[in-house]
């Protein structure tokens, strides 16, 4: 319904729709439940047995002429049923269709069309209703209703002249096709020459207030009445969720503007955009909506199709400038879904700024992406107005509410009320913003000032509803302030509760788990909490339970690059942690002790791969930092791994044994263990079909090892050449040399 209302309001804006005599109506899929007194239901479409039945208990129709009623098979040949014989179920339809049939007929917003309806019509081959206008029994009745059912047939078109020219509609064997014709229109129905045309007749009566309104004589008035119209009728969202009502729509004009022609406001608009603008305008005010002026990227994809028959695959539309009330332009970035918007002019029917062809990509044929500027005008109801204006600059309006808010003007409460309906939506765009822009999270800014506006508010279910939004990794070393200050008005068993709340899986907008950017700021965050233990040591338990479980299966994995690397990163987030217990400053000391506990049960040798990475994060901390880190002790675990390495003993000369990580176990695969395995084997050729080749090459190169795998041309099939490389003595050796450097290094820097 509402985008129907959006249309009607653009083609309002846009000087309205040419008076017509008649049009047809959208096609239906469900049709009306007809069932005729003495005869049954209707099945429809109808075959022709039960057409020729329905015919044998109609009656000739007579033919209304002023005050006589004549029957007079020139001017009309059908049978016809009388409304007493017939009931007509729309199921729930009819009211839809008469406000299709109101459009239409470029009848006013403001009224209404009611339905009398009048009789059914059955045309056999031959029969028709030569040319005439209806009679208006009624001082109301304005238009007819012609109803087609479904019903294989050819000829029977109805053709209305008027004074644009004849207008023909046939009927349909597979949908339901209805015609309003404004009552003094002339119109005949032809000669039908295969099957049976069905039609229903409704009288259609103006009722409402305004039915006395001329045609666009009062468009800011039915503007007005299609913004309230939108703004109050609840739609259910494109792709599920509950149903509510719209917050803004946008008017896409017809020219394009700089965004400094932005500043000089409505009163620079061009050409039709201004006559548009006014109109909008004084419907908005009326309808106590805002109005403000803004600029939009529309983006349209369309299949290049064959011989230029486009149609739209998708497309686009960003709010990219927006006009505050003091005349700056902001960025909002606003993406509009389709149901928020409406245009007079389609896009492509202008001139695009840049456009660009893409060849067939499988899914389409070709495409051709164009892209235009366009002048917008944003509309929403007043109350939605700051819940508008905090999506469009969320950082500088609330810090403006917090401000009211601190001055005690009641209006900052009215206008957060207005806000918390869109204000998850708010916050979960903004966030997907800066993941797809890669920028350091924008979203910790607007915790941090709802945790301020939380403080400040003295409805708590209402501050609640302002922190529901967020996810723990929004707290930055930024907000701590605001945190602490909302600790203070809430008590801590309230703040522990919330902080387990933004902890939990549930409150992730992205990963499910938590950013490992935060992790990382976690020392500085802590140490900016630190006046608040209960808070720290909550807050680096729950770290320290997010990144344990991770550990384990990187540890039991097959040491490769990959493998190595994750650890690596995981051994920098651990080092943020114990940097993070160190600044909570005793508050999470059991949490120390954990990690250390952990490790030292954990101790097999690829531990190596976390704690050494770890340790070199510490390098450039404060020597405090160090101290009550607890990296000392693990730095200690560390150097009893890497003295078991240095010492282990080295490889025998003649000891060529391979060890392949668990894996596939196809027969292809247990020779190749077969052959690794064998100490005394280096080479293997081995004549294999090419798929058996791939599956070697992936294995032995997933697994890193020091054998090189090269195919011989030669013979079919091709031979397989497999050669254990000398590495595999010189990584041993390396190895061990490795770890005696690095023994000493972590001598020199954890305990000189
Ligand atoms: O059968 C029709 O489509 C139209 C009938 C008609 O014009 C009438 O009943 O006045
Ligand atoms: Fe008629």
């Known amino acids: 319904m509402t985008t129907k209302d959006l249309d009607e309001l653009a083609l309002l804006l846009g000087g309205g729709m040419s008076a017509r005599s008649s049009a047809a109506l959208p096609k239906r899929e469900q049709s009306p439940t007809v069932t005729v007194a003495g005869f049954g239901e209707l099945r429809l479409p109808l075959t022709a047995a039960t057409a020729r039945r329905l015919v044998a208990k109609g009656e000739a129709a007579p033919f209304g002429k002023g005050e006589e009623t004549l029957l007079d098979t020139s001017v009309r040949h059908t049978w016809h049923f009388p409304r007493t014989a017939v009931d007509v179920d729309w199921h729930g339809q009819l009211d839809d269709i008469l406000d299709e049939a109101r459009r239409a007929l470029a009848l006013p917003v403001g009224c209404r069309l009611e339905a009398e309806f009048h009789s059914l019509l059955v045309y056999e081959r031959g029969q028709f209703f030569a040319q005439h206008q209806d009679s208006e029994k009624d001082d109301a009745m304005v238009a007819t209703l012609v109803v087609v059912l479904q019903s294989p047939s050819s000829g029977g078109e ?25 009552a003094d229109a002339v119109h005949e129905v032809l000669p039908v020459r295969t099957g049976h045309r069905v039609a229903l007749t409704y009288n259609l009566l103006l009722r409402g207030d305004t039915a006395g309104q001329t ?25 599920g969720g509950e149903a509510a009502t719209p917050t803004r729509v946008a008017y896409l004009l017809d020219h394009s503007y700089t965004p400094r022609a932005l500043v000089g406001g409505m009163g620079r608009l061009k050409g039709v955009d ?9 419907a908005a005010a009326r309808a106590g909506c805002e109005v403000v002026l803004a600029l939009a990227d529309v983006h349209e994809t369309r299949d290049d199709g064959y011989g230029g028959d486009e149609s739209l695959i998708d497309s686009e539309v960003t709010i990219t400038h927006a006009r505050a009330a003091d005349g700056t332009v902001e960025e909002p970035g606003i993406l509009l879904t389709n149901a928020e918007l409406t245009a007079t002019t389609p896009s492509r029917a202008l001139r695009a700024y840049a456009r660009e062809h893409q060849g067939y990509m499988g899914n389409y044929g070709n495409t051709i992406d164009r892209w235009y500027h366009r002048g917008a005008l944003l509309v929403w109801p007043t109350h939605l107005a700051f819940a508008n204006r905090v999506r469009a600059a969320p950082a500088a309006e609330l810090r403006t509410a917090l401000r009211r808010l601190a001055e ?8 957060i009320a207005g806000l918390l309906p869109i204000w998850p939506d708010v916050v979960s765009s903004l966030g997907y913003r800066h993941l797809v822009s890669g920028e350091p999270s924008g979203v910790s800014h607007l915790f941090a000032d709802a945790m301020a506006l939380a403080s400040h508010l003295d409805d708590e279910t209402m501050g609640d509803a302002l922190l529901h939004p967020f996810a723990i990794d929004d707290l930055s070393p930024e907000g701590a ?14 703040t522990r509760a919330r902080i387990s709340r933004w902890f939990s899986p549930e409150a992730r907008r992205s990963y499910g788990g938590l950013s490992e950017n935060w992790v990382e700021d976690l020392p500085e965050l802590t140490r900016a909490l630190r006046q608040r233990p209960d808070l720290t040591s909550l807050l680096l338990q729950q770290s320290w339970a997010w990144l344990r479980p991770q550990l384990p299966s990187q540890l039991a994995a097959t040491s490769t690059t990959t493998v190595r690397s994750r650890l690596a990163d995981l051994g920098k987030l651990l080092a943020s942690v114990m940097g993070a217990v160190a600044e909570a400053d005793g508050a999470a000391d059991e949490v120390r002790a954990e990690v250390i506990a952990w490790c030292s049960d954990e ?19 404060p020597a405090a930092r160090i101290d009550k880190s607890g990296l000392r ?17 080295p490889r025998e ?9 668990a894996g596939c176990s196809c027969d292809l695969c247990e020779k190749l263990v077969g052959f690794l395995a064998n100490p005394a084997a280096r080479v293997l050729e081995w004549p294999i079909a090419k798929q058996g080749r791939q599956h070697l090459h992936h294995r032995l190169d997933g697994a890193e090892l020091p054998v090189t795998h090269v195919t011989r041309r030669q013979g079919s099939p091709y031979v397989l050449v497999l050669r254990k490389t000398a590495d595999l003595f010189e990584a041993d050796a390396r190895r061990r040399s490795e770890a005696e450097q690095e023994l000493r290094r972590i001598a020199k820097t954890w305990w000189a």
């Open 158 to 182: 109805l053709v209305v002249h008027g004074p644009e020219g004849p207008s023909t509609y046939a009927g349909s064997r597979d949908a339901t096709t209805m015609v309003a014709l404004y």
């Open 215 to 239: 045609v666009g004589g009062d468009a800011v008035a039915e503007a007005e009445t299609l913004l309230n119209r939108h703004f109050t009728t609840a739609v259910k969202p494109r792709y």
């Open 274 to 282: 201004a006559e548009r603008a006014a109109i909008l305008r004084e």
């Open 408 to 415: 005690h003007d009641d209006s900052a409460t009215r206008d």
């Open 481 to 494: 302030d605001s945190l602490l200050g909302l600790a203070d008005t809430r008590g801590p068993a309230w």
């Open 603 to 621: 101790a097999s040798d690829s531990l190596l791969d976390l704690l050494l990475p770890a340790l070199n994060a510490a390098g450039a901390w």
């Open 633 to 649: 002790d693990l730095a200690r675990v560390a150097s009893d791994l890497l003295e078991q390495r240095a010492n282990s003993a």
């Open 653 to 661: 000369v003649d000891d060529w044994s391979i060890h392949l990580p």
